[in-house]
């Protein structure tokens, strides 16, 4: 599992793009109304609250300490459980698990766990509803990163996990889930700010940076800025270049013996 440290309110005010597209998943869900929803790796609750909105029986599960303060503070009325994706129980199942860029995150060897805790915890024809980031996703800030790790006889380790649609498939269907839909595609994303594309990366990439000093972290990071300069910065507004796997599945029908 990643474990990421997250400083909620930042994330909350200057991220909030990413619940925001989130809501497009929406549509995918087939449940009615009324169908008790599990919002898996919900953050700071901002789509676990639009789901109970919309009338359905909604709890929210982050690992993140922070958020799930920060959830349980702004949305008083809803369930939040602190938990991690991999290992998670739920007392009775679901008729959907809904999340929003939450499976990259996941380590690849992890990744068959999570998708069989998932389908444990659906009930028989449950659907999964997700999307998180695929393969290529922000590309072109990661080579950017690793090639200034590089210049400085330093590794840059992945921190996350992005498939294709043919890796992941697979491993949906050995959970027990049938996969109807999947797509990747390119989703260039605005970010907020002129220092828009810094604030990113010092928000979402952490890891590789373990154990170096913040004058290190600081020198790669403007350098890192300065190269991407010419592709990411676009008519004064910085952008990431998101690449997004969108996925609807669902769980097998129990059958008499």
Not at 34 to 51: E, F, M, P, R
Not at 93 to 120: G, T
Not at 212 to 226: G, H, N, R, S, Y
Request: proline share 5%.
């Amino acid at each position: 599992m990643n474990n990421q440290h997250w400083q909620a309110e930042q994330y909350a005010a200057d991220f909030d793009f990413v619940p925001l597209y989130g809501t497009a998943l929406f549509d995918l869900i087939a449940a009615p109304k009324g169908s008790t929803v599990l919002d898996l790796g919900c953050g700071n609750g901002t789509l676990t609250a639009k789901l109970a909105a919309l009338g359905y029986q909604v709890q929210g599960l982050d690992a993140s300490p922070e958020l799930t303060a920060l959830a349980r503070r702004d949305h008083p009325e809803l369930s939040f459980m602190q938990g991690d994706a991999v290992v998670f129980e739920l007392r009775e199942p679901v008729d959907v698990i809904f999340s929003n860029a939450v499976f990259h995150w996941i380590d690849a060897e992890l990744q068959p766990a999570l998708l069989e805790h998932a389908a444990a915890a659906l009930k028989p024809g449950g659907e999964l509803v997700c999307e998180f980031g695929g393969y290529g996703n922000n590309a072109m800030i990661h080579q950017a990163l690793s090639a200034a790790f590089a210049r400085r006889g330093l590794q840059y380790k992945m921190p996350f996990f992005f498939p294709t649609i043919g890796q992941y498939g697979p491993l949906v269907e050995q959970a027990g889930m049938q996969v109807r839909l999947a797509l990747l595609f390119d989703r260039m994303t605005p970010l907020k700010g002129q220092q828009g594309l810094r604030d990113w990366i010092y928000m979402f990439v952490s890891q590789p940076f373990a154990g170096l000093t913040d004058a290190v972290k600081d020198d790669i990071i403007a350098e890192t800025v300065d190269a991407l300069r010419s592709v990411l910065y676009i008519k004064g507004q910085w952008y990431a270049d998101y690449v997004r796997l969108r996925l609807r599945a669902v769980k097998a029908e129990q059958t008499a013996a």
